[in-house]
């Protein structure tokens, strides 16, 4: 026999033994089907008695109906205990949303109260502001339109939430704004300031006694004079305290005199200023500086004594404009 008779005939063979096999297999499934099927299409009869045994009801139910009620039945308990339990979820996390809320209700209420004290605030520093520009011969930076004042009532919906919401943020910056144009008034009012601190040092405007102690005996003005009795012009004022306390020039200057008189101020220095100005300091003990030196205001020029014609520890301090006299206190602390 050929080699290609005999591969034919193997592969025959091998066709037969598979379509033998499938045939079986196939055969198997619908005899389990069959069965199956026979199994379901069994009828049950169901019977309820009641006690009086008078009229029984009893109703016939097949295999697949029992599956088919089981699985639905099993369907609707998994069904209810599903969404029975994320109801319970959502309701605990709406619980805990609204005490959320609550809270975060009341923290808005804290912070619309605190806008509308903050909103008089600012109101009150804006008229101070502008009277002390006005005071000061600055341009008034002029008061902004008004605005109503913030509702503190609780929400009663979303639309009045929201109402509240945007007023207390227009609220917020139209005090953001005024705050922004303060900072440039209140620099302006810094530089003004400035130029005039520096004005100050040039005038005779601090307290002549260092640390700001010592007492007026003797002011400016008619007085009788302590040992011949007679009324004169006291062309300074008289400050007492104690030997040997420091005495401080009242503005920035030069000294142009320094001298003693046994019958009159003792030592005593003339000091120049700008503008005019002149300070004397009188009835010293001990001098510091010399005729020709500068000198800073506060800068300590001598000591408080009783020298010359006076009759106890004191200075005399007197301020002039050219050659004319001027009361002192006027001068004093003028800062």
Do not use: C
Not at 34 to 50: C, D, E, H, L, Y
Request: aromatic share 12%; charged share 20%; glycine share 10%.
């Amino acid at each position: 026999m050929s080699p290609a008779n005999q591969y034919k005939k193997v592969e025959n063979k091998l066709f037969l033994a598979v379509g033998t096999l499938f045939f079986r297999l196939f055969s198997a499934v619908g005899r389990s089907f069959n069965s199956i099927i026979a199994i379901g299409k069994q009828r049950f009869t169901v019977m309820f008695i009641p006690h009086s045994e008078k009229k029984i009801f009893n109703f016939k139910i097949s295999v697949f109906a029992m599956i088919f009620f089981a699985a639905l039945l099993s369907g609707v308990v998994t069904f209810f205990f599903y969404y029975g339990t994320h109801y319970s979820g959502i309701s605990s996390l709406l619980k805990d949303r609204s005490i959320n809320l609550e809270g975060t209700q009341a923290n808005l209420e804290l912070i619309r109260d605190e806008i509308a004290s903050l909103k008089k605030s600012s109101r009150v520093f804006e008229a101070s502001l502008n009277e002390a520009l006005s005071t000061l011969g600055l341009q008034d930076r002029g008061t902004g339109q008004p605005t109503a004042d913030g509702d503190l009532s609780s929400f009663l919906g979303m639309e009045e939430q929201q109402e509240g919401v945007m007023r207390e943020l227009s609220d917020l910056q139209s005090m953001g704004a005024l705050f922004l144009d303060s900072a440039k008034s209140l620099e302006s009012i810094s530089k003004l300031l400035s130029a005039q601190g520096d004005l100050l040092y040039d005038l005779p405007s601090i307290w002549p006694v260092e640390g700001g102690i010592g007492r007026i005996t003797n002011p400016f003005g008619p007085a009788e004079h302590p040992f011949t009795k007679q009324w004169y012009l006291h062309k300074g004022i008289d400050i007492a305290y104690g030997y040997g306390i420091p005495i401080i020039a009242a503005a920035n200057g030069k000294v142009v005199e320094r001298k003693y008189e046994p019958l009159g101020f003792g030592n005593y220095l003339l000091i120049r200023h700008k503008y005019g100005f002149y300070s004397k300091y009188a009835h010293m003990g001990r001098v510091f500086v010399r005729e020709g030196d500068s000198i800073t205001q506060g800068q300590r020029i001598g000591t408080m004594d009783s020298t010359g014609l006076s009759t106890g520890p004191h200075l005399h301090y007197e301020v002039r404009i050219g050659s004319q006299v001027v009361d002192p206190a006027r001068f004093l602390n003028i800062k």
